[in-house]
C-alpha cells in the first residue's frame, strides 16, 4: 500500500515537473478563440455517477442490460459505482475549478427524475441531486450544459414501449386492429386491450421529461440539449446490437429479434419527433422567459475518400449524409437527405406534414458536435464489399488504411484515429450546410489503454498533443468564418466507456477505481495552463522533451 501511494506520489510529481517545465513557446492561445467562449469539460450520468439504487432512483436499460448481459462488456463491469459522482460531485465540482474550466456539460438520469416515467411519480431526490450540483457549479462560475438524455433510459419504458420504438409498436397496434376489420371505439380498445392504456407513444414520455427538467432547472440552466449522440446510439442499438435493447440482424449481427435494415430508422424518427416536442415546448413555455438555448448533439465522424474515384468521393459524402444529414437535414430543412431517401426507399419513414411543420418551426438555436476522429470511405455500390459494418447499410465500407498507410495514429478505441485536421473540415461542413448555426464541440479526447504502465497513463502527452492539435484546428475553422461557441473536453475523469467497461481511459484526471482517488494527469495541468495563461501554448515541444527524457 505505502509503496504503491509512494509510486503515485513520484509520478504526480514527475508529471507536474514536465508539466511545468513545458515551456509556452509556439502553437495556440487561449485568446485564439472569441471572448465569452466556453471552454468545459463533459460527462454523462449512467458514466461516472453511480448510486444506482440509491434515493429512489428507478432502473434504466443500462442497468438492466449490463447486469443481464454482462458478458458483452469488455471487462464484464458496469455502472453501479462508477465514478460515484452522486456521492462525490463537489470533489468534481473543485476539480473543474481547478482546471479553470467555465462551463461543465453533463446529463441527467431520466430514471433517477422519473423512476417509472410519466405514469409514476416525479422523484424529489432526484430533483434535489440535481439542485445541488447545478449550484454547486453555479457559485463557482461554471455553466452548466445540460444533456436531457445521454443514451439511458429508464427500464420501465423499454418494457412498456420498446424504447425508441414505441412509435413503431403503436403502429403495428393499429395496423393489427385496422387489418382484422374489427371497427372499435377507442373507449372498447381500452377495455380489450388495458395495455393500450400505456401505449402513449414513447415522444410524449420524453417530452413529459424534458417539461419537468425545464420546470426544475431551467431558471439556472442557459444551454439545453435534447439528444446525445442519436445517430451513433441508434446504430449501436439497432444496427450493430450492441447497446440495449440488442436487437440486430444479419449480416450485421444474430441478435435475437431486430431488423437492422429497418428499426435504426424507426427508432430516430421517434427520436427526432420527441427531440421536435421538447424543443417546441421550450421555445413556447420557458424561453422567453428562462432565457436559454437548445440544441441536439451529434457524433461526427469525417470520413475521406479512399481513392480520389468518383465512386469513393460520392461514398464519403454518402456516409456523412448517414452521419450527420440523417439527423440535422430533418431540423433544419424537414426531411431526410437524398441519399438516404435513395438507398433506404421504405425502411426510412416519412414525416406527414404536420411532423414537417413541427420540425422546421422549432429550429434549435445550435449544433453539438462529438468530434474525435476521421475514417476513409470506400465506395460498395459498384465494387463488391462486405456491409456489415457501421456504415454498411450507406453503402460504404470505412477503413483506417490507404495503401497500407494509417490515417493517423490509432487509440484505445477500434476504428478512431488521431487526425486533427478534420476538425476543421467537420466544422466547416457543418457550418456551411445549416448556415451558421452557433457549434459547441461537445465532446473531443483521446482514449489510452487501461493496460498502459502507470507513468504512461498519468504522462499523457498523446492526450496533451491530441487536445492542442484539435484546438490549433479548430481555431483555424473559426478564423474562416465558423461561428463556433464552446469546446468541451471528454472527460474530466475515467468512466465507464460503455461496451468497453473501465478498459478503456479518456479522463483528464486518473481514477482509481479501487479508492475512487482522482489523480490529475499531465493533460490536466496542460489544459489549466492553456485557459489561465495568455502565452501560446505548445503540445508539440511536450512531445520532444517526452522523447528526450
Ligand atoms: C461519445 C459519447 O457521447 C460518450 O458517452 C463516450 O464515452 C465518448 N464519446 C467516447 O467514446
Excluded at 453533463?106 to 424529489?124: E, Q, T
Excluded at 412509435?167 to 397496434?173: H, K, L, V
Excluded at 481513392?307 to 448517414?322: G, H, M, Y
Excluded at 484539435?470 to 466507456?497: M, P, Q, T
Aim: with cysteine; charged share 20%.
Amino acid at each position: 500500500m505505502a509503496v504503491a501511494a509512494a509510486t503515485r506520489i513520484a509520478v504526480v510529481v514527475v508529471v507536474l515537473a514536465l508539466a511545468v517545465l513545458a515551456p509556452a513557446a509556439r502553437g495556440l492561445r487561449r485568446d485564439d478563440f472569441p471572448p465569452g467562449f466556453l471552454f468545459g469539460a463533459a460527462t454523462s450520468a449512467y458514466q461516472i455517477e453511480g448510486a444506482y439504487l440509491d434515493d429512489n432512483k428507478g432502473l434504466n436499460n443500462w442497468d438492466v442490460f449490463t447486469h443481464l448481459q454482462a458478458g458483452r462488456i469488455s471487462d464484464g463491469r458496469n455502472g453501479d459505482v462508477a465514478d460515484d459522482h452522486y456521492h462525490r460531485y463537489t470533489e468534481d465540482v473543485d476539480i473543474l475549478h481547478n482546471l479553470a474550466v467555465n462551463s461543465y456539460r453533463f446529463s441527467i438520469s431520466w430514471a433517477r427524475i422519473l423512476p417509472r416515467g410519466r405514469l409514476g411519480g416525479v422523484n424529489s431526490a432526484g430533483i434535489a441531486f440535481y439542485n445541488r450540483l447545478i449550484n454547486a457549479l453555479l457559485q463557482k462560475g461554471i455553466q452548466p450544459f445540460v444533456t436531457l438524455n445521454h443514451f439511458d433510459i429508464p427500464h420501465e419504458l423499454e418494457t412498456r414501449y420498446g424504447g425508441w420504438l414505441g412509435a413503431a409498436i403503436r403502429y403495428t397496434y393499429m395496423a393489427k386492429l385496422i387489418s382484422s376489420s374489427v371497427v372499435l371505439s377507442p373507449q372498447l380498445q381500452l377495455k380489450l386491450n388495458p395495455v393500450y392504456v400505456h401505449m402513449h407513444v414513447f415522444r410524449e414520455e420524453f417530452e413529459y421529461y424534458s417539461d419537468v427538467c425545464f420546470n426544475a432547472f431551467g431558471d439556472r440552466v442557459r444551454f439545453w440539449t435534447t439528444f446525445n449522440e442519436p445517430n451513433l446510439s441508434t446504430r449501436h442499438q439497432y444496427i450493430l446490437g450492441e447497446f440495449p435493447p440488442n436487437h440486430c440482424s444479419p449480416p450485421f449481427g444474430n441478435c435475437s429479434s431486430g431488423d437492422s435494415r429497418r428499426e435504426p430508422y424507426a427508432a430516430a424518427h421517434n427520436i427526432l419527433l420527441s427531440h421536435a416536442a421538447a424543443v417546441h415546448n421550450y421555445k413556447t413555455n420557458y424561453q422567453a422567459k428562462q432565457g436559454g438555448s437548445i440544441g441536439i448533439v451529434i457524433a461526427v465522424k469525417w470520413y475521406e475518400p479512399l481513392t480520389n474515384s468518383t465512386e469513393d468521393v460520392r461514398a464519403a459524402r454518402r456516409a456523412l449524409a448517414f452521419e450527420v444529414d440523417w439527423f440535422l437535414d430533418p431540423i433544419f430543412f424537414g426531411d431526410y437527405p437524398r441519399e438516404m431517401r435513395e438507398i433506404l426507399s421504405s425502411n426510412l419513414p416519412k414525416f406527414t406534414p404536420e411532423e414537417k411543420k413541427l420540425l422546421q418551426n422549432n429550429k434549435v438555436d445550435f449544433i453539438g458536435i462529438n468530434h474525435y476522429t476521421a475514417i476513409y470511405a470506400k465506395d460498395c455500390i459498384y465494387s463488391p464489399c462486405t456491409l456489415d459494418t457501421y456504415e454498411g447499410n450507406a453503402l460504404v465500407y470505412a477503413i483506417g488504411r490507404r495503401n497500407g498507410k494509417i490515417i493517423g495514429k490509432p487509440t484505445a478505441l477500434h476504428g478512431y484515429f488521431v487526425v486533427p485536421e478534420a476538425m476543421e473540415k467537420v466544422v466547416m461542413y457543418v457550418n456551411d450546410r445549416y448556415r451558421n448555426t452557433t457549434i459547441y464541440i461537445t465532446e473531443n479526447g483521446y482514449s489510452q489503454h487501461s493496460d498502459t504502465s502507470m507513468e504512461d497513463l498519468i504522462n499523457d502527452v498523446e492526450r496533451v498533443n491530441y487536445m492542442h492539435d484539435y484546438l490549433k484546428y479548430l481555431s483555424s475553422a473559426i478564423r474562416k468564418g465558423a461561428n463556433v461557441g464552446g469546446y468541451f473536453a471528454w472527460s474530466i475523469v475515467d468512466n465507464f466507456e460503455w461496451v468497453y467497461g473501465y478498459t478503456v481511459k479518456f479522463g483528464l484526471y486518473q481514477v482509481d477505481f479501487d479508492t475512487q482517488e482522482r489523480i490529475p494527469r499531465m493533460s490536466a495541468k496542460w489544459y489549466r495552463d492553456f485557459l489561465t495563461s495568455s502565452s501560446l501554448t505548445d503540445g508539440l515541444q511536450v512531445r520532444s522533451r517526452r522523447a528526450d527524457s
